[in-house]
């Protein structure tokens, strides 16, 4: 049954219904009415299976207000929503999406951006699709899961070349003369420890001092994590606790670096530019970090290190040895 009672000022309509607890405040009880009225005919509605009189759209803003907000990452994905509600398949009936929809803002996304991006995209709307089939029963089928998928970008390759590196941490300021004090600096030194630990950007900006034991940092937080897998330990090198020794400590920042991810990425760019360096990412260390690592220790142990589980993603993608000195080794 709904409730409606003013408050403050304001009408609050509350329907309680199925395990279902939705609110929302209104300026007259008129309108507060009407909003109750047409939750509980939705509620009535999904639990006789019936698809609602709704558009692909609304879908979409019910999983940004509801799902995304609890999920890690779920900014990017009310991003990525964003974004497609100002495309055609956002107008599209519930009753009438299928396939032809999909694949027609497929093949429009395409044409504007990097299928990289596309299958972004493509994987929150069909999350969002999944949940509302499982539990809101406002779809029966998913039409992501029958529409073809874009095939994905070659597996990148880029690492540092020649002096790419030395000329970026000198654009950044980073010197061994001196501690890396300034935030462009500590960009630097954040590369550096990038190369040994092949730690991701995010994991190295959350890293704090209290991770650190002895030769292990504790990333407490991962891509990877699932509710079997809650972070992972990582060995430091010499040249790593080198690295952390050098970054000063301040009594009201627990964080070894001191730089939010956002930043690590912008003044990095910003480093790579005054560098007139091309392409190479910051994310693109974590490979240099791996395929050094890849002469050390075998696949296993290297998988422990940088947090795959597909052995897979690891090999085609970070994994990129010169095969020149493959063909030493087998000499």
């Known amino acids: 049954m ?10 609050r309509a509350r329907v309680r219904r199925g395990g279902v607890d939705r609110t929302e405040t209104f300026r007259t ?23 609602p009189d709704k558009s ?19 900014d990017k994905e009310v991003l990525r929503i964003g974004r497609t509600l100002e495309r055609d398949i956002a107008s599209v009936h519930l009753r009438d999406l299928d396939e032809r929809h999909v694949a027609e803002w497929r093949d429009a996304r395409l044409k504007e951006v990097l299928s ?53 941490l000198y654009a950044l300021g980073y010197s061994e003369d001196s501690p890396p004090v300034t935030k462009t600096a500590r960009v630097g030194a954040a590369a550096l420890f990038a190369i040994e630990t092949a730690m ?32 992972r330990d990582v060995p430091l090198s010499t040249e790593a606790l080198r690295i952390l020794a050098r970054l000063p400590r301040t009594a009201d920042d627990p964080r070894c670096f001191g ?31 791996t395929t050094r690592l890849s002469k050390k220790l075998d696949v296993l142990q290297l998988a422990r290190v940088t947090g795959h589980r597909d052995l897979r993603v690891l090999l085609r993608v970070y994994y990129a040895p010169d095969m020149q000195d493959i063909a030493g080794m087998l000499d």
């Open 56 to 74: 692909f759209g609304d879908l979409l803003r019910r999983y940004a207000d509801e799902i995304a907000p609890s999920k890690r990452g779920g």
């Open 259 to 289: 730089v939010a991810a956002k930043s690590i990425d912008a003044l990095w760019r910003s480093g790579k530019k005054k560098a007139l360096v091309d392409g190479l990412t910051f994310h693109d260390l974590r490979r240099e970090a």
């Open 200 to 231: 991701r950007e995010s994991e190295i900006a959350r890293l704090e001092w209290s991770d650190i034991t002895g030769r292990v940092a504790r990333v407490r937080q991962s891509k990877s994590d699932d509710a079997h897998h809650q972070g």
């Open 116 to 168: 990289s991006s596309v299958l972004r995209e493509w994987t929150t709307l069909s999350n969002a699709c999944s949940v509302a089939i499982r539990e809101w029963r406002w779809l029966r089928t998913n039409p992501f899961t029958i529409a073809k998928r874009p095939a994905g970008q070659p597996a990148r390759k880029r690492r540092p070349e020649g002096g790419e590196m030395e000329r970026i």
């Open 2 to 11: 709904a409730t409606i009672e003013k408050r403050s000022g304001h009408w």
């Open 29 to 51: 009880k008129a309108e507060a009415q009407a909003w109750a009225t047409q939750i509980e005919a939705e509620l009535s509605a999904e639990r006789r299976g019936e698809i």
